[in-house]
């Protein structure tokens, strides 16, 4: 892939003036979308909506280490010169908590009732390449199996996806290494980079091309474009981590019973943080909740975990009955068994599992120890 | 349906009434069962007197005192099924602090007139006196997590009480994490859920009031304490608070003097 191409691989390239986005903004709510996006909390850029311009993190940044994060001041008013954070879109497609149906107890019969509550339209901005592909992977996930999950899938056609290639990475990014960015290539209806004063708007989709409509813009000229593609390769060339992919699966199969699965065991909570902030993970456990007066029940889906001992508990026990089996279970799904089901692997490199990790146990770095006492 | 309605009974020991309190919290709640359950015993509430058996017992409290121990066993032999709850019933309470040091001393500490005192060595779970069918934990016990215990044995489940670590509740909230974003300490990677992860969600580290999750690796996080600079005897107080009759925790708070 040559990093310095243009910039759409369909449709046009316009430049906005910076401010110009809150009228895109406007637009979408206008329009019936429930618009989300970072925004600041109290302790770290978290997703949630987003109304106006001001609600972005404007000047803000982010310094994230293995089990480290802190909110910073920017010298300068960039609107997104932040890496991503805890939260991910996943919150939207696929929340944590779902009542996928209820039941209803008669005398001589009962009837179930399937969830049919409105589903908001979303519109996500400020997606990251990492996140567009972590997307495509729940896709395969929850729609392109032989059973599609109707919650997923409501959610999922109706999101409308504002990308914004990153002008920054964490310390904890790795995406160029297991090549899912920083470059958005795919999976969004509208793209930005940041410029100084602009944005460059790729639009890809008929959809992006609506919001767009009648929004003051101007063509991209050439040394914009130049300059546009400039700042993403900057970002790539700045990033610290990564993990060696090569013959990973079988790697890791030849491994299982390496001693650094005990030396890991010991520093891991097993607190499921990693698999939670993780943009992929799926896991969820069903619960049955009845009513006190007895008259009905509801089915509900949270999220579950690997790292949740009582996960693998099954009649007969549980077959996950200590840390390093659970640890093992995770990294050897995300960068192994993941790609024997879905064909990729589970891991797009955001980096989330290493910063959120309350002890900073590092994804990369088990992945290399076992390589590395291999070779 | 015409079954019969089971009968429940609320007894108190050792405790602060916390836990009573979260029951009372359920008033709007207890209406939708007042057809489906009879409260037989429950002084904090009614005033009728201790009669017969009871098909479901909550215990709240510690023993703590010699006759507490008569008392528990006559509980246990009226009742059916027997559900410990909150911090002191299971694992010793507040009160249990004095179990780390001489009863003497923590007398002496406490009374004017000490020879009035007739107590127990040690604070003690009710499960070191009687067999407990099921407990509920937390200092005080979530009121929804015992309306769902009491939902559930309504319609003849067996009641799932989980015991996973806090965390996975702080992000089922989509809590931002006070250890990683504020180098805060939070006891939430070792703790049993059930409160859905409160204080997290006000901004503070969870000091375990729930006991302990299921395997804490307590010696990490401990560890992770250190790093970030939490003073020794602060770790001990940590995991010495409501639990001492978790023998990982007590044993990890002895690790840090
Ligand atoms: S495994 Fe870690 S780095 Fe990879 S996608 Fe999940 S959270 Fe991101
Ligand atoms: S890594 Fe664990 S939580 Fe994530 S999808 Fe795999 S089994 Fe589930
Ligand atoms: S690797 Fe870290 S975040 Fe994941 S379960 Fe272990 S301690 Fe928790
Ligand atoms: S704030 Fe506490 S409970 Fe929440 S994820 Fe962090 S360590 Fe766990
Ligand atoms: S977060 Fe911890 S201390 Fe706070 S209520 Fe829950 S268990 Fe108790």
Known sequence: MNSSAGIAPTGETVVIEKPVLGAIIDRLWRDGYTVVGPTLAESAIVIDQVRAIDDLPIGWTDEQEAGMYRLRRREDRAY?????????????????????????????????????????????????????????????????????????????????????????????????????????????????????????????????????????????????????????????????????????PDLLYQNLEHPRWDQVAERCLSCTNCTMVCPTCFCHALEDVPALDGASSEKIRQWDSCFNPDHAHMAGGNNRPDIRSRYRQWLTHKLASWVDQYGVSGCVGCGRCVTWCPVGIDITEEAAAIRGDQQ | ?????????????????????????????????????????????????????????????????????????????????????????????????????????????????????????????????????????????????????????????????????????????????????????????VTSTGCEALCPAHDRGCFACYGPSHQPNTAALASRFESIGVPSDQIRRFFHAFYSTSQEFVAEGLRHV
């Open chain 1, 80 to 248: 997104f010169g932040y890496a991503v954070g805890p939260h991910s879109w996943k919150q939207y497609l696929f929340p944590p908590k779902t009542t996928l149906y209820s039941i209803e107890f008669h005398a001589d019969a009962m009837t179930v009732k399937p969830n049919v509550d409105p589903v908001p339209s979303y519109a996500f901005l400020g997606v990251r390449s990492c996140d567009l592909h972590a997307i495509e992977i729940q896709d395969r996930v929850f729609l392109h199996g032989p059973y599609v999950d109707r919650h997923y899938q409501a959610r999922r056609e109706k999101a409308l996806i504002i990308a914004v290639h990153c002008a920054v990475a964490a310390s904890t990014c790795f995406c160029a290494s297991m090549g899912t960015g920083p470059r958005s290539v795919r999976g969004f209806d509208l793209a930005l980079t940041e410029l100084e004063g602009e944005f460059l708007v790729e639009i890809a989709t008929p959809r992006g091309a609506a919001i767009c409509d009648g929004i003051p813009s101007r063509a991209a000229t050439g040394y914009e474009l130049g300059a546009a593609a400039r700042i993403v390769d900057k970002t790539r060339d700045s990033m610290k981590r990564s993990l060696n992919t090569n013959g990973l």
């Open chain 2, 1 to 189: 349906m015409n079954v019969p309605r089971p009968r429940l009974g609320v007894f108190k020991f050792a405790s602060c009434d916390g836990c009573q309190l979260s029951i009372l919290d359920c008033e709007d709640e207890i209406l939708a069962v007042a057809d489906r359950v009879e409260i037989a015993y429950f002084l904090e509430a009614t005033r009728r007197p201790l009669e017969g058996g009871f098909d479901v017992s909550l215990v709240e409290g510690s023993i703590s005192s010699p006759e507490q121990i008569d008392q528990i066993k006559d509980v246990r032999e009226r009742s059916k099924f027997i559900v410990a709850i909150g911090a002191c019933a299971n694992g010793g309470g507040i009160q249990g602090l004095r179990n780390f040091i001489s009863i003497e001393e923590s007398i002496a500490a406490v009374y004017a007139n000490p020879s009035y005192v007739k107590t127990l060595e040690k604070s003690r779970p009710i499960a070191d006196f009687i067999t407990v069918d099921l407990e509920l934990q937390g200092c005080p016990i979530n009121k929804y997590q015992l309306l769902n215990v009491i939902a559930q044995m309504l319609v003849g489940a067996k009641p799932r009480v989980p015991d996973h670590a806090v965390c996975l509740d702080c992000k089922r909230r989509n809590i931002v994490c006070v250890v990683v974003s504020q180098g805060k300490a939070c006891m939430g990677p």
